[in-house]
């Protein structure tokens, strides 16, 4: 399996590029978040892969970041979307605002993107919203170890999304100070609309 692949931008069009990679070049479909992140041609990229394999085809899939590749690779285990309508998805909403759309159910809001019907957009949450939050966990700490417990979980989760640390820490930390929040799942609903503005 291809995990990553670094060479030179060949050509590019508007949903794939040909990678130059010591003179073989390499076809690599991108959705349209790591086509605009793109270098100019013939500068050097690196691009993480998703290597696609079924009975009677092969095809690369490239992203720029850990978060949007284990999204994409999310999206393909739901029923009924495979790697085309996964990038089309990845396409229709930058990474950040499709997790928050399956965390918080937007339903609509993944509806409005190209080929998601009412049906599918539902499919995606119900299978999704539970593996993205997986690093939540649903146990509750110990009394005196709340607000600790409640901290390094939240942070751990939206590394997981591939939030930066720093990052993760100072949104998490503005919600505990405000107060309220009752569930780490809560708190990481709120930090994540903070971090995608």
């Known amino acids: 399996m291809i995990a990553f692949l670094e060479g030179k931008l060949e050509a590019r069009y508007n949903d794939f590029v040909v990678l130059n990679v010591n ?9 349209t978040t790591t086509y605009e992140q793109l270098p100019d041609l013939n500068s050097e990229v690196r691009l993480r892969i998703h290597h ?7 095809r690369l899939f ?4 850990e978060r949007e590749q284990k999204l994409f690779e999310n999206l393909i ?6 790697p085309k309508l996964g990038l089309t998805i ?4 930058k990474a950040p605002l499709l997790i928050e759309a399956i965390i918080q159910q937007d339903q609509a809001g993944l509806s409005r993107i190209p080929g998601i019907g ?19 966990g649903s146990r509750e700490p110990a009394d005196g170890q709340q ?12 590394q997981a999304l591939g939030f930066k640390k720093r990052d993760a820490e100072k949104a998490v930390m503005g919600i505990l100070d405000e ?3 009752e569930s780490i799942s809560g708190i990481v609903k709120k930090a994540l609309a903070q971090l995608n503005k």
């Open 52 to 58: 696609h394999i079924t009975d009677n085809d092969q």
């Open 23 to 31: 003179g073989v070049g390499y076809r690599v479909e991108v959705s």
């Open 179 to 181: 107060g309220g929040e």
């Open 90 to 93: 990845m396409s229709g909403l």
């Open 118 to 136: 009412k049906k599918t957009a539902q499919r995606i949450i119900l299978e999704l919203k539970d593996k993205i939050l997986e690093s939540v």
């Open 147 to 158: 607000s600790t417990s409640y901290r390094e979980e939240a942070i751990s989760a939206l």
């Open 77 to 82: 285990t739901v029923k009924g979307v495979g």
């Open 62 to 65: 490239g992203f720029f970041t």
